[in-house]
């Protein structure tokens, strides 16, 4: 198994640009989330996917959309960069939803810039 | 929301010497999990919590539920420099993960 993939690992980007951050894995997952890092910040939620056709918001989700065609993939799409969006983004999936959720497996995430 | 805080924010400690870092909540935690990121890396899941005065232990690491259920700690033993990175505390509601903002560990050998 690969487990939780992503790409690219690195980006830059211009102000104003569009771009998708792709997520796969295969472990059959049905709860998949998007996380972004920022020094002394922590990880914050973004969106997140209980099963396919199911996405909702989370903490910081205002410039960034995401669709769940599969069960499979979870791509988070930038709409238009901006430099607050400098950042490390983590994709992670677990089993369970709701009340049972366990623990999350990640990707090795994508590193953007935007200038 | 929910909010964990997690304490201390740095930890810079000698090879041989123990620590410990406590994650802490307002509200009543259906559970607690543990996850330690390398520099550099990804989250590392190492361990969940789910039952009051719970204590569980891996090797040199030994992880602690309060009896209240809003706070745990990690404790390490004998720290190695291979121990060195960020530990985060997280919670899960429904449907939704929330993180502690991590303790970033040290290890001067």
């Known amino acids: 198994n690969a487990g939780v993939t992503q790409t690219p690992k690195f980006q830059v980007l211009k102000t104003g640009q569009s771009m998708t951050l792709q997520c796969a894995q295969d472990m059959n997952h049905e709860y998949m989330s998007w996380y972004r890092q920022d020094p002394g910040m922590g990880l914050r939620l973004i969106h997140y996917?209980?099963?396919?056709?199911?996405?909702d918001q989370g903490e910081v989700p205002n410039g960034y959309n995401v669709s769940r065609s599969t069960t499979e993939d979870f791509p988070l799409r930038l709409l238009s960069a901006a430099p607050s969006q400098t950042s490390v983004y983590f994709c992670?999936?677990?089993?369970?939803?709701?009340?049972?959720?366990?623990?999350?497996?990640f990707g090795p995430g994508t590193r953007l810039t935007v200038l | 929301g929910q909010q964990v805080m997690q304490i201390p924010q740095y930890q810079h400690v000698q090879e041989g010497e123990d620590f410990t870092t406590y994650c802490n909540s307002s509200?009543?935690?259906?559970?607690i999990q543990w996850y330690k990121q390398r520099p550099g890396g990804h989250p590392v899941f190492l361990i969940q919590l789910v039952k009051s005065g719970e204590v569980k232990k891996q090797k040199r690491l030994t992880f602690q539920f309060g009896e209240a259920k809003k706070n745990s700690s990690l404790h390490i033993t004998a720290t190695q420099t291979t121990d060195v990175g960020t530990y985060f505390c997280?919670?899960?509601?429904?449907?939704?993960?929330?993180f502690g903002t991590g303790t970033r560990l040290k290890v001067l050998a």
């Open positions: 997280s919670t899960s509601g429904t449907y939704k993960y929330i």
């Open positions: 509200t009543t935690l259906s559970n």
């Open positions: 996917s209980v099963g396919a056709g199911i996405t």
């Open positions: 992670a999936s677990s089993v369970g939803t709701g009340e049972g959720l366990n623990e999350q497996f």
